[in-house]
């Protein structure tokens, strides 16, 4: 399997993780705290928005032809952007989620191999659409904040 199938059925996977759990979450579960402020709904909301972070940054990519790097300051990003996840209302949070999963995995499904290849040989980019690994740790988070309220 060349090395982008890997990390297309990583995501693929990772997405369908998200879809059991956010499938299994009451409306309690989406208020659950998982400390300095954040819930759970406001942390679905935090993964829709890196996933559609990445679905505009391959879109740019795509339309430019370029490949490059689009620094961030993820702390101060997730610092700013606390106070706004947290208004979302939370099953829209939960469809958000799933909704930006969906629109960067069909993106990055359709890229063609020789772009991937581009994407990767810039290096850190190429980190912005393997989109599992953000997706599982906190897949993780908030199954270990849920296990631990229901105690």
Known sequence: ???EQDFLTANRE????????IDR??????????????TVAA????LAFYDFRAAALLDRW????VV?????????????SEHLLLSIPPRRAAELCLTAANAIDQRVAAVD????????????PYNSLFR????LGHIAQIQEALSKSAD
């Open 1 to 3: 399997m060349p090395p």
């Open 14 to 21: 990772s997405a369908a993780e998200l879809r059991a759990l």
């Open 25 to 38: 979450l009451t409306d309690a579960d989406l208020a659950c705290d998982l400390g300095e402020g954040w």
């Open 43 to 46: 942390m679905l909301a935090h």
């Open 62 to 65: 795509q339309q430019s032809g």
């Open 68 to 80: 490059v790097a689009s620094p961030i300051d993820f702390d101060l990003v997730n610092s700013a």
């Open 113 to 124: 191999g020789d772009f991937l290849a581009r994407i990767e040989a810039a290096g850190t």
């Open 132 to 135: 599992a690994p953000h997706r």
